[in-house]
């Protein structure tokens, strides 16, 4: 995606949180070819959701929830973390070395920013953002 293009995107993401007009932003990214060691790594996947909340400025609300659980396809870890603006959620898919991630917030933050941290932590060879939408038109 273009820079300026998506900067200018977000700015009218932030003018419309700025205003009331919208609840929170929703973004949601699929993370392809992920270093396999990375995503079965619970002391990994605790100390990302940190690393993402401290870079977006996102106050962590209670501990950060991993299950390891699936077979086959499914197998990985399924996290959730409450934020006080909201939660992010991910699962790691270990069969596909894949990681799609959901980030939810009141708050503005800079959708390419986290796609751009997400594809680093991973070590992925391409990040998609699926979707990223405002949401709860007052």
Not at 62 to 88: D, K, N
Not at 101 to 113: N, W
Request: proline share 2%; net charge negative; hydrophobic share 40%.
């Amino acid at each position: 995606m273009d820079e300026s293009l998506a900067s200018s995107a977000f700015d009218v993401v932030q003018h419309g949180l700025d205003i009331g007009e919208f609840w929170g932003l929703s973004l949601s990214l699929d993370l392809h070819d992920c270093e396999p060691s990375r995503l079965r790594d619970s002391e990994f996947l605790q100390g990302f959701v940190m690393r993402l909340c401290d870079a977006i400025g996102m106050k962590r609300y209670g501990p950060t929830r991993l299950a390891h659980f699936g077979s086959g396809e499914t197998l990985g870890y399924s996290m959730v973390q409450l934020i006080e603006t909201s939660c992010i959620t991910g699962h790691f898919a270990e069969a596909s070395n894949s990681a799609y991630l959901d980030i939810f917030s009141c708050a503005g933050y800079e959708p390419m920013f986290i796609a751009n941290f997400c594809k680093q932590e991973f070590a992925a060879s391409d990040c998609v953002i699926s979707s990223c939408a405002l949401r709860g038109r007052r």
